[in-house]
């Protein structure tokens, strides 16, 4: 029945585009309409992202996820320009009359041509486009940042982009805009992740060798996205090698990595396959700390992914991923996560203008915590399941670009089960009961130029949400706190069945004013609604945390934000400049009652408190795009603040007032660049500075007997010091003069330069007669030097 109604969705959808096409149709006598798909010139891959311009004049598009683009025309003839950054541009010249284009796109000869800061943004591409706050990384970009012990990161490099920012040192996921972990939805291909970090966060999840771009949208989300409240991540995998087979890699201090690829039929089917592990335990055995000596740390992941052209009109891409960690602190007790995800996607194009994508999307998400000693010996486990299947239409029509469609996603959420691993031990089963729930949409997005000064992007997505059985529900006595005494009857529901719901209305648009080639304004506006809630009391993602749905007790989030911005480019479109405001506002945000016990608890609701939030900020961009030296410099003020008020003091928390958010940071600064030392070096660095994140201090002390009893203050209303680092790399890259077909670049780079102890977390303790004593935890609080070599070889 679900898939059912899912299709009836996609048949009213294509009926709809069939008595609406003619109504878009523009074509005129002195005008004419240019369509086409842009492909990497080797692999076949299509090129998202890619800008194509009508040369002399601010009129252009970028090509959507299948690489194609509808351009609307005067007539005469014209001049397209189309760029990619690490490609050579192509200049087509074309004649009036409507025209579709096939534009392979074939990648720069010269290395050093391709290191850029602002990853596919080419020239007025950032003038252009309609949406604001959005931005896209090149991987070359993303490996000319300084990497920690060598390993290139796609999410710390996300991580110096303005309105993006995080709790800690080697803290698990991000924060934008004023939102959680959460409320970010990170995308491998298509396929949602629900932990993107390594070993706790000093590495992300993805492998650089298997990665063609990253966007990362903290505004302007186009409606084909859903799910979450501040942000989509888009990680892109890249295809394999049509034509002939390459092999490429890389050696760092605590992991290596290698990525094999190639034709499996020549210029139609192409594979490829990465892997990365680590072998950081050498590294442990080397510290003075004897707990950390005894540690156990390990990571692996596998990427693979195939891809088939039937025709012109015909494509299929398989891909897979798998990722596991391993961890032991000094003892008996060993934390492991894993990942296991695959997608596959079949894009067909019926017309010049129509085409649609159908993907089916499956991912497993599992942490578990084995203790071994002998008589308490047990695991525990929770997880997350996801089953999905999505049908995207893009339609190009005069001057439209329209995208509609409809999704359906089935959830498996695990709560949490301990069960004893052998006979001796005391630990008894204890299983709280899984739950499931459905999410589905439909969405329609129009992308319209109507000049070009002004252009428009409007969409509209309706979700749909119901939690289902077999489940159970507790009824609380009204007017009292929620506690486990409290409970006043369970309702019981039979597989299937259904035992909460909820749906809403999505709006989003966004407007584009071009004052000329070089600046512009933008306005947008936002509404999502998230189901899924992370359920944690630590200020990052930690190994207890259960991933959970709105159900009776727990309400969607609501997020609405507004969003202003001026864009200007100087020296002939060299340096880009922006300073983009935002406010946003949120319902049903969680926070949690003093003493929350999350652990296995079946009365989980009892502990959480919902509210509402606010997040305001500025963020200002200045980016020097091309030349020897490159770079960026961001600054963020931004500031999340949370408002519970109960029907009781115990759910109220600051008397209702306003209070920050744990990863409330206001002031955030980052500073990237790289430097060309003549044509085989380049030397890189980057420096970031933020606010201290929130805490709760004690601010006194009881003595009771023989106890010391801490009286805290309000939540969150003291903050940690300061956080700044300083990082270097230089870089000796291959002599592309020579055109050898093994090509190896060296890096050596330099981890917090000054060796800045930041702390990632204060803690107190109790001195009879004194003021509590704060004391703080650094985890990198050195210099961290490493050396690497990445190799490619064809």
């Known amino acids: 029945m679900r898939l059912l109604a899912l299709w009836l969705f996609v048949a009213v959808l294509m009926l709809c585009e069939s008595l609406l096409l003619p109504a878009y149709t523009f074509a005129q006598t002195n005008s004419f309409t240019v369509r086409g798909t842009v492909r990497d010139a080797r692999t076949g891959e299509a090129i998202a992202g890619a800008a194509v311009l009508a040369a002399g004049t601010t009129t252009g598009t970028t090509t959507d996820a299948n690489g194609a683009f509808a351009l609307y025309l005067p007539a005469g003839s014209k001049t397209l320009v189309i760029s990619y950054l690490g490609y050579e541009r192509a200049i087509v010249r074309i004649s009036g009359g409507n025209t579709k284009l096939n534009v392979p796109l074939v990648r720069s000869s010269v290395q050093l041509s391709e290191v850029g800061v602002v990853g596919q943004k080419p020239v ?65 291909d298509g ?101 950390i000596r005894n540690s156990h740390a390990a990571f692996y992941d596998a990427s693979v992914k195939i891809s088939h052209t039937f025709d012109e009109r015909n494509r299929l891409a398989i891909s897979g991923y798998r990722s596991f960690d391993e961890f032991g602190f000094s003892g008996d007790t060993l934390y492991n996560w894993s990942t296991n995800a695959a997608t596959a996607s079949y894009t067909h194009r019926f017309s010049p203008s129509l085409s649609m994508s159908l993907s089916g999307v499956y991912t497993d998400y599992t942490f578990k915590v084995k203790t071994e000693q002998r008589m308490n010996a047990s695991e525990y486990s929770n997880g ?93 006595q009204p007017g009292v706190p929620k506690q486990e005494r409290t409970i006043t009857d369970t309702l019981r529901y039979g597989r299937g069945e259904i035992i909460e719901s909820y749906h809403g209305a999505e709006p989003r648009f966004s407007v584009n004013y071009t004052f000329s080639e070089r600046s512009a304004i933008k306005l947008g506006y936002n509404r999502h609604r998230q189901y899924l809630h992370l359920i944690s009391n630590t200020t990052t993602i930690s190994p207890t945390d259960i991933w959970k749905s709105s159900n009776t007790h727990i309400k969607p989030l609501i997020g609405d934000q507004v969003s202003l911005g001026y864009f200007r480019n100087f020296r002939k479109n060299t340096i880009e400049a922006s300073v983009e405001i935002y406010y946003k506002r949120m319902e049903h945000m969680l926070d949690y009652k003093n ?123 003291q903050r940690i010091l300061d956080y700044h680092r300083l990082d270097l790399s230089l870089s000796l890259l291959p002599d592309k003069a020579k055109n050898r077909r093994w090509e190896g670049t060296w890096n050596l780079s330099l981890y ?43």
Not at 207 to 222: F, I, Q
């Open 124 to 188: 007025h591409d950032n003038i252009r486009s309609v949406q604001g706050g959005i931005t896209s990384l090149d991987i070359n970009t993303i490996k000319s940042v300084p990497a920690f012990l060598g390993e290139v990161d796609v999410v710390k490099s996300i991580k110096l982009l303005p309105g993006v920012s995080s709790v800690g040192e080697a803290a698990t996921g991000f924060n934008v805009r004023g939102g959680s972990v959460d409320q970010n939805l990170v995308l491998l």
């Open 191 to 291: 396929v949602p992740l629900f932990n993107s970090s390594h070993l706790f966060g000093f590495f992300s999840v993805f492998n650089p060798d298997a990665v063609a771009d990253v966007t990362l949208y903290r505004g302007g989300v186009p409606a084909q996205y859903g799910g979450r409240l501040s942000s989509v991540l888009d990680v892109r995998m890249r295809e394999g090698d049509r034509e002939k087979f390459a092999l490429s890699g890389g050696v760092g201090l605590v992991s290596a990595r290698l990525a094999v690829e190639g034709p499996i039929i020549r210029d139609k089917t192409s594979f490829l396959v990465a892997g990365r592990s680590s072998y950081s335990d050498w590294l442990l055995r080397k510290m003075p700390d004897a707990s």
């Open 384 to 476: 997350i399941e996801l089953k999905s299947i999505q049908a995207d239409f893009a339609l190009a029509t005069g001057k439209h670009a329209i995208h509609f469609g409809a999704s359906a996603l089935d959830y498996t959420f695990e709560q949490g089960k301990l069960r004893p691993t052998s006979v001796e031990s005391g630990v008894l089963l204890v299983q709280l009961q899984p739950e499931q729930a459905l999410e589905s949409a439909v969405y329609w997005n129009d992308e319209v130029r109507f000049s070009p000064k002004f252009s428009l992007m409007y969409g509209l997505r309706y979700s749909f949400y119901a939690n289902y059985g077999a489940g159970q529900v507790y009824r609380y």
């Open 595 to 717: 003493g929350a016990n999350l652990y296995l608890n079946k009365t989980l609701e009892a502990d959480l408190l919902a509210g509402k939030g606010r997040a305001y900020g500025v963020e200002a961009s200045i980016s020097k795009v091309s030349g020897r030296l490159t770079g960026w410099l961001n600054y963020t003020y931004a500031r999340t603040e949370i408002s519970i008020q109960g029907a009781t003091e115990e759910e109220t928390v600051n008397k209702g007032e306003y209070y920050p958010a744990s990863y409330d940071k206001p002031h955030t600064l980052n500073l990237a660049g790289s430097y060309e030392m003549g044509k085989r070096w380049l030397l890189a660095s980057t420096f970031t500075y933020s606010t201290g994140r929130p805490i709760t201090a004690p601010l006194a002390h009881y003595v009771i007997g023989d106890f010391i009893v801490p009286h805290f203050g309000d939540r969150n209303q």
């Open 752 to 794: 917090n330069v000054y060796g800045r102890k930041n702390p990632y977390s204060v803690f107190f303790r109790q001195v009879y007669g004194s003021p509590p004593r704060a004391y703080r935890l650094a985890v990198v609080g050195v210099p961290l030097p490493s050396i690497s070599y990445d190799f490619k070889f064809r």
